[in-house]
Nanobody
Framework: QVQLVESGGGLVQAGGSLRLSCAAS????????SGWFRQAPGKEREFVAA????????YYRDSVKGRFTISRDNAKNTVDLQMNSLKPEDTAVYYC????????????????????WGQGTQVTVSS
């Protein structure tokens, strides 16, 4: 079992930045692909970004490309999401997830591919 804990959420004005961090409880996390998802009130949880275990490959949803950057530090067992130029529509609870497979694949865009989840951190962007 791997436990994931997110941090870094908060309230920010539109155009601002936040950096989310996900800390894992076990070293095996460094061998897993990881992703960030988000869920706004009344909506389905949706894919935001994913990164391979090596950090060499990343995927993004179209609406965050050029604004968000996913990265990882395997020595620290962490995966971060740098969010710039935030918009009110980015408001959601953000979840970190881990896929026991090391490489990204077509399923990396979908919740069902992930084996472990954090509890989420709230991001609120005011207009």
């Amino acid at each position: 079992q791997v436990q994931l804990v997110e941090s870094g959420g908060g309230l920010v004005q539109a155009g601002g930045s936040l950096r989310l961090s996900c800390a894992a409880s076990r070293r095996t996390f460094s061998t897993y692909a990881s992703g960030w998802f988000r869920q706004a009130p009344g909506k389905e949880r949706e894919f935001v970004a994913a990164i391979s275990s090596s950090g060499g490959t990343s995927y993004y949803r179209d609406s965050v490309k050029g604004r968000f950057t996913i990265s990882r530090d395997n020595a620290k067992n962490t995966v971060d999401l740098q969010m710039n130029s935030l918009k009110p529509e980015d408001t959601a609870v953000y979840y970190c997830a881990a896929d026991q497979r090391p490489r990204l694949h077509r399923g990396s865009y979908y919740r069902a591919s992930y084996d472990y989840w954090g509890q989420g951190t709230q991001v609120t962007v005011s207009s």
